[in-house]
């Protein structure tokens, strides 16, 4: 079941070519999708101008071909993405591994535009297109005793240069309770400006959880996996005092080394403000229940 | 060390000005790269980072200077003063782009070299650094006689905090920031290899490294 979310801004407002090509005509597009939208509650245009194609696709962290931020640009290529199967096993009634254009096939890809904001404080808009995730558990079917969803990305020595540094423990794996893996702003992107997403932002599909900082958001996934416990995450693995297992975008709770009351919009050059960080990154409304009663300063 | 003396020689006509000139245009084409957008998607960090390990590499270069002279007898002396003046200018325009272009708010400033470690190890190598670049000229020198070269040993430290302040900067373990240290830590460390009894005896010391 696609379309449980929307975006106010429409793909009409970002696919056209000649203008992603350009952020400063895109910028006026965006404008101008404002004037012909009218009214817009949560997610206005004036707060989403997407990012430039450019700059989403040169400024990665994706550890595996490199620490740098232009190194997943640079390396990426070398990943094979074709083809791809995803592994869905544990508390599931039909394991196994899905053919990634199996899994597409039956699939409804529609386009979200998000806030992306990284841990390390700087945010971009991203127009996504993928798939609920939600969807693609109900059909490997959830089994009642499943609590959790832990997530792994591709290890492949031959093609990722940075693997071979022992940054973090690899292969990077993630995890997200199941309510918020079933929850419709979760999504399996495979697309970004209506393209194939690129190798560097994690081809061929990455999920994208827009109120959790950036590196919960896995890319390349292989393996899938319904448990009953908490599954290990890797940044909590390698700095369990500086990364919780929530990771919620929280103005309030501070990275022990940095504030995260604001953020470096990135695409807006060296003079421009910081911007103040939103509450679950603008998603409150839509995500705060699954929090009730939950002390986020210990849940960080 | 004979085998080096054309090249000291050669050296002592080359004058040390250009390494200021040389600073200032390196600092001022990283500038004008990132008002054009030629840093890329975030030129704050780009700035601010490229400042940083300008610093660093001068850093090195100045603790370079003693143990080349002593065990390999190139005569880098007159540099010093010019590559740590350098090193200073790069580290303070490292934290302005830091404190104005990066944090913005004074607040936050004063908060974040409070509160964060890693804010407050550099900070520290920063106000060890002062002095330093304040006693830099022939006037101090002659001023302050042996207590001069007491005074500049606080560079040690403050390499060190430098060094440190870029391991615990970034996630993770990564390479190149231990690189750093490692460097740093050894070129300090070799201050403390002990001398000769003969300083004539030249052919029969033990190589270092």
């Known amino acids: ?300 | 060390m004979a085998l080096l003396d054309p090249v000291n020689s050669a050296l002592r006509r080359v004058p040390a000005w250009p390494v200021y000139i040389c600073a200032l245009l390196y600092a001022g084409w990283l500038f004008w790269l990132g008002v054009t957008g030629g840093l890329g998607a975030d030129p704050v960090k780009k700035l601010e980072h490229a400042y940083g390990e300008a610093g660093l590499y001068l850093l090195i270069a100045g603790l370079c200077v003693t143990p080349l002279r002593r065990f390999a007898g190139l005569n880098l002396m007159k540099f010093r003063r010019a590559i740590g003046l350098a090193c200073f200018f790069f580290i303070t325009v490292h934290l302005l782009t830091w404190a104005v272009l990066d944090v913005q708010r004074l607040d936050r400033v004063w908060a974040d070299i409070v509160k964060r470690p890693y804010i407050t190890v550099g900070m520290a190598g920063f106000v060890l650094l002062l002095p330093l670049a304040v006693t830099s000229n022939n006037w101090s020198v002659r001023r302050l006689g042996p207590l001069w070269t007491k005074l500049h040993k606080l560079v040690y430290p403050a390499a060190i905090l430098g060094g440190v302040h870029y391991v615990m900067l970034v996630k993770g373990w990564q390479v190149r920031p231990l690189v750093f240290l490692a460097i740093v830590v050894f070129l300090v460390a070799l201050r403390y290899v002990p001398r000769r009894r003969s300083r004539q005896a030249g052919t029969t010391r033990v190589a270092r490294p």
């Open chain 1, 1 to 300: 079941m696609a379309y449980r979310w929307k975006n106010d801004l429409t793909d009409r407002d970002v696919t056209d070519e000649a203008v992603y090509l350009n952020r400063r005509q895109l910028l006026a597009g965006a404008a101008a999708g404002v004037g012909l939208a009218g009214i817009g509650s949560r997610a206005t245009a004036a707060e989403l101008e997407p990012t430039s194609w450019e700059d989403v696709t040169s400024y990665n962290n994706y550890y595996e071909f490199g620490t740098g931020k232009d190194d997943p640009a640079k390396y990426a290529h070398r990943l094979t993405v074709e083809p791809w199967s995803v592994q869905i096993d544990g508390l599931v009634d039909s394991p196994g591994s899905y053919a990634f254009e199996d899994i597409m096939a039956k699939m409804t890809v529609e386009e979200r535009i998000y806030r992306f904001r990284c841990v390390e404080a700087w945010s971009m808009v991203v127009p996504w297109n993928g798939f609920e995730l939600a969807d693609l558990l109900e059909m490997a079917g959830v089994q009642s005793g499943a609590k959790y969803v832990a997530f792994e990305t591709a290890l492949r020595p031959d093609e990722m240069p940075g693997v071979a540094r022992p940054v973090l423990d690899w292969p990077y794996v993630e995890g997200l309770r199941l309510d918020e893996a079933m929850h419709p702003l979760t999504i399996m992107a495979t697309g970004i400006y209506g393209r194939d997403i690129p190798n560097q932002n994690g081809a061929p599909l990455r999920l994208v959880v827009p109120w959790k900082y950036g590196f919960k958001s896995i890319k390349s996934i292989v393996r899938i996996t319904l448990t009953e416990d908490e599954p290990p995450t890797s940044w909590n693995k390698a700095n369990p005092r500086e990364y919780g297992f929530y990771s919620n975008v929280n103005p309030e709770v501070d990275h022990p080394r940095w504030s995260q009351a604001s953020e470096r919009v990135i695409g807006t050059g060296l003079f421009a403000r910081r911007q103040d960080t939103l509450m679950f990154n603008g998603y409150a409304d839509e995500v705060g229940a699954l929090y009730a009663g939950m002390d986020l300063t210990k849940n960080f």
